[in-house]
């Protein structure tokens, strides 16, 4: 009988491993480029549609000049209406009243900043905003985007009739894959089809809830779709933690901090996203920025427990009345501590430690403050307040947040 002399079964079995391995590329995102939650602004909550080249590289100035660069934020993202017309082999090229000088020329300008350039687009026919949309361009269109110099792609789920989510949004990884730019991919269909049971194979992050809108907590009602207030968007998260980590991500909407709310209620809309380590997308005009919102917007040590490398979303531990308790496993065995007042006025907060059992059952972790001692550091007023050894007992004002860091002590 014939056999396939070593040499040739050696080649066979190399070119096998080959296949495979090629195989295995296609079905990738691009892994560790989110690593921590995505920090950065983009154009929709406070412009809509009125943007344009100047207004974007203004932004780009904006986010170095007044510290936001500094204090981590990376990406400037291009929302709906950028887009012009496809041309007659399909390439989509950008409106060219808004954007005369091009996409890439934005790029370099933003890059120029040692900053990235995000851009939006839908798996639909057209975007919500009745522009030309992903579907049946996907490959042609993630190419055009990685020749721009395009770092972050917000894929948006209008007009998507007969499509099956989990199939547009792979297809549309595997496209940006091919182009074989790395390209953070937001998937934002807004938890319609429960993004979180598979999204972690596919994007980086995944919108859970349909549009935020600038109030704390009310809801607006536009007819055929409602947007959601900080408290509504929050509520809406219950549940969704396990599902999140480096990499993948919940995203509970872009922030709405220096769009109008009281100053309180940004503080507390910024400490909230940043207990749940969502991405930190401003949505404010950037050139028009009180002090209160900068310094809200560029607390390092408030950011610090959202980009926290362990990645654990925070829980709600308690809610008594209009005031919540959340706590969030952080780096080192400390952990974040914030005291949500929902109530718009003043309240007062009494927490003995040695009374509470604060267990983190999703990832096995408690701060266990019947035999441990942390030291309290009120992450706003920046002061050290006291120990787990005595028990705490303040007033938070309305719409606002008590947020502490407790840091584990040795002795
Ligand atoms: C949807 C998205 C928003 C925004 C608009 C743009 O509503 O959820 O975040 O991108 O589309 O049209």
Known sequence: MYKTPIKSRTWLIVIFLVITTCEFDLAQKFENLAPTPPMGWNSWNHFACDINENTIKEMADKMVSSGMKDAGYVYINL??????NRDSLGFIHPDSERFPSGIKNLADYVHSKELKLGIYSCAGNKTCGGYPAGRGHEYQDALTYA???????????????GLNAVGAYTTMRDALFEAGRPIVFSLCEWGNNKPWEWGADVGHLWRTTGDIYNCFDCI????TWKSWGVTYILDMQEGLRKYAGPDHWNDPDMMEVGNGMSINEDRAHFSMWCMLAAPLIAGNDLRNMTKDVIDILTNKEVIAIDQDRLGIQGFKYSSNDSIEVWFK??????WAMCVLNRDSKLQKFYFDWYKENVIDDVWNKSPNFKSLTYELRDLW????????????KTEICGHDV????????TK
């Open 220 to 223: 607006k009602d536009h007819g």
């Open 79 to 84: 929302d709906d209406c950028w887009q012009g």
């Open 329 to 334: 496993p952080i780096e080192n065995d400390d």
């Open 402 to 409: 008590l947020m502490l860091k407790l840091l584990k002590q």
């Open 147 to 161: 020749q721009w110099g395009i770092d972050y792609l917000k894929y948006d789920w209008c007009n998507t009739e």
């Open 381 to 392: 007023n920046k002061v050290i307040i006291g120990t787990t050894r005595k028990e705490l």
